[in-house]
């Protein structure tokens, strides 16, 4: 066979016409990437709501809330450093909770504010599963780093569309129960059940997506 043969060329043409495997990070650099910034905007003010609780009670509890957001917040303006959105974010919040409970002397309006947020993270991933970028793909896209051609591909659009439904259902679930045991039940029983009940709920959901996305990723033959 000649080396310039039909065959020969035929094969040449399709090895540089062959789609690139994309490779992801492994699924360790991903959970490295994203833990940090899940806990510090999201566990270390519960965490530190908790501890503060144990000491000194439910003022003690917001006040340490408090503390921690706005420490990191300020800790990172001494730097000179960037703040991310997540954290700008929960010091907005915690401030028009904080405000609340201060001007109606009752420490349900702080625990109410998140919880009709809950209904509006819910309302924002149901209604945004069939966009051509839904709001839970951006979120993950904070967390995760994804490459375009990975995030664009149909497999991983229909992901994000499972998984869109699922953390809307979990979190209507999630606001409902919040809603209904805020306004049903004392606050000291409030914390302990609902704080356990959300933590197996979206527990289990998050379980559920990790292993829904390995999945997928194995369907991309790419290599988490």
């Known amino acids: 066979m000649s ?18 495997a994309v490779v992801m990070p492994r699924m360790s650099a991903i959970l490295r ?3 940090p910034r899940v806990l510090e905007s999201m566990i270390m003010p519960v965490a ?10 439910i003022p003690g509890g917001i006040a340490a809330m408090v503390l921690w957001v706005y420490g990191g917040a300020g800790w990172r303006l001494v730097k000179r450093s960037d703040v991310p959105g997540s954290v700008l974010l929960a010091a ?3 401030t028009v ?4 409970a201060v001007v109606f002397h009752d420490p349900k309006w702080f625990f109410l504010i998140p919880t009709l947020g809950i209904f509006c993270a819910s309302a924002t991933f149901l209604c945004t599963t069939r966009a051509r970028r839904p709001m ?11 490459p375009d051609e990975v995030q664009r ?5 229909r992901f994000f569309a499972r998984q869109s439904l699922l953390w809307g259902g979990a979190q209507l679930l999630n606001g ?31 379980l559920g997506s990790v292993l829904d996305f390995r999945r997928t990723l194995g369907a991309l033959q790419l290599r988490p």
Do not use: C, K, N
């Open 136 to 146: 839970l793909q951006r979120v993950a896209a904070d967390l995760v780093p994804m």
């Open 97 to 100: 909770r904080l405000v609340l």
């Open 33 to 35: 990437h994203a833990a």
């Open 176 to 206: 409902t129960f919040t809603l209904w045991m805020l306004f049903h039940e004392a606050m000291g029983v409030f914390l302990v059940v609902r704080t356990a009940g959300v933590a197996l709920l979206l527990g289990g959901v998050a």
């Open 3 to 20: 080396p310039h043969s039909p065959q020969e060329l035929h094969l040449f043409m399709a090895v540089l016409t062959a789609p690139h």
């Open 92 to 94: 907005l919040m915690v």
């Open 48 to 57: 530190s709501f908790y501890l503060g609780l144990i000491v000194a009670g």
């Open 153 to 157: 591909h149909p497999l991983m659009r």
